[in-house]
């Protein structure tokens, strides 16, 4: 069973709206790290006396405490105006390839019901952004932790100490499957057990990670051992499989791969 990679997107949960902590400062300049604090301040103020080195980010600072710093390019980018987004189908139609990297904002405003209002260096272009929304949206929230790092295939590394678990924990607990899929993310290599011998029942276990591609060989296929001499394939005879990587000339290749062992046996037994 050929399972693609997929891409997760980790939400941001618990977003609620924010009132922004009042100030008669619009802004509190940080030398050190060279950005702007924005309070919910009425007042504007013009940057175009600066230079572009030195032109500050706007940073909101919400009454809770969160602090975020926004980048003039993303920004920019995030702007929902009817000359960026289409007023009726809601998409997209301005060209973020298009965005100068050293846009600045020329004008900044907070209004009491904390809309954040630009008018940016570049066509002198006005944006509008509503600071729930930005900070739902705040690029902070999308970051993944860091990955661990993969637990090497040492000497040390035996069967016995490969993720395991039993069919039943897989199907029927979601914590029993986050822990699998946690041994089979550090080791690459994980074992089911108990899987019932009979035909596609690896394909129900596929269907609780994610769907099965189907390829030229369909959605399963077999491997069956036979004579040396009767296959081209090392797969199909009874010698035993190193580990490898397979298909990589597939475009994509598969993300996981599930064997499924129905039936052993050799003359020995």
């Not at 069973?1 to 939400?11: E, L, Q, S, T």
């Not at 572009?52 to 975020?68: E, F, M």
């Not at 100068?100 to 009491?112: E, F, K, R």
């Not at 929230?141 to 897989?170: C, M, Q």
């Amino acid at each position: 069973v050929d399972i693609p990679k997929r891409r997760v997107m980790r939400r941001a949960l618990g977003c609620f709206r924010a009132k922004l902590r009042s100030s008669s400062q619009l802004y509190r300049s940080s030398p050190a790290t060279n950005v702007c604090e924005l309070s919910a301040s009425a007042a504007f103020s013009t940057l175009s006396g600066q230079t572009q080195s030195s032109i500050r980010r706007p940073k909101l600072v919400w009454h809770d405490g969160t602090a975020r710093e926004f980048k003039n390019v993303w920004l920019r980018d995030q702007c929902r105006c009817p000359e960026c987004v289409h007023p009726s189908t809601k998409q997209k139609i301005a060209d973020a390839a298009a965005i100068p990297l050293d846009i600045a904002p020329v004008q900044v405003t907070l209004s009491d019901v904390g809309e954040l209002k630009i008018t940016w260096n570049n066509e002198n272009h006005r944006s509008v952004y509503d600071s729930d929304r930005l900070r739902e949206r705040a690029l902070e929230n999308f970051l993944s932790p860091p990955r661990k790092r993969p637990k090497l295939w040492r000497t040390d590394v035996r069967v016995e100490s490969l993720p395991t678990a039993h069919y039943d924990g897989i199907m029927e607990s979601d914590v029993d499957l986050m822990k699998w899929l946690s041994g089979f993310r550090d080791y690459g290599l994980a074992i089911a057990k108990d899987v019932p011998l009979v035909q596609d029942a690896i394909v129900a276990v596929a269907n609780r990670l994610a769907y099965v591609k189907e390829t030229p060989l369909g959605r399963t296929f077999d491997v069956v051992a036979y004579p040396d001499e009767e296959t081209t394939d090392l797969a199909y005879t009874s010698r035993p499989l190193r580990l490898h990587t397979d298909l990589n000339f597939m475009d994509p290749s598969p993300g996981v791969q599930m064997l499924h062992c129905i039936e052993s046996r050799s003359e020995e037994r």
